[in-house]
């Protein structure tokens, strides 16, 4: 209910410094946050940094992890 009472352009400041703080905090492992950072520059103002997170979130979904893997194998 709170978040459907702040501004639009609110909203979309705060996503983009949500993002903005995430990729500072887990800069040392992005690749675990992808589909996260996407999610806030998505709903911000930052454009281009949405579409850089959203096509590193589809590359890293469209790959799959060795340990992944080997949990389906070992489950087979």
Same mark, same amino acid.
């Given at each position: 209910?709170?978040?459907?009472?702040?501004?639009?352009? $609110?909203? $979309?400041?705060?996503?983009? /410094?949500?993002?903005?703080?995430?990729?500072?905090?887990?800069?040392? $492992?992005?690749?675990?946050?992808?589909?996260?950072?996407?999610?806030?520059?998505?709903?911000?103002?930052?454009? !281009?940094? !949405?579409?850089?997170?959203?096509?590193?979130?589809?590359?890293? !979904?469209?790959?799959?992890? $060795?340990?992944?893997?080997? /949990?389906?194998?070992?489950?087979?």
């Amino acid at each position: 209910m709170a978040y459907n009472s702040v501004l639009t352009q $609110r909203r $979309r400041l705060l996503h983009g /410094r949500i993002g903005a703080a995430l990729a500072k905090l887990y800069a040392d $492992r992005i690749e675990d946050h992808l589909a996260e950072l996407a999610h806030h520059f998505t709903r911000s103002a930052e454009t !281009a940094r !949405a579409v850089e997170y959203l096509l590193k979130a589809g590359q890293s !979904a469209s790959i799959p992890s $060795r340990e992944g893997t080997a /949990r389906t194998t070992a489950l087979r």
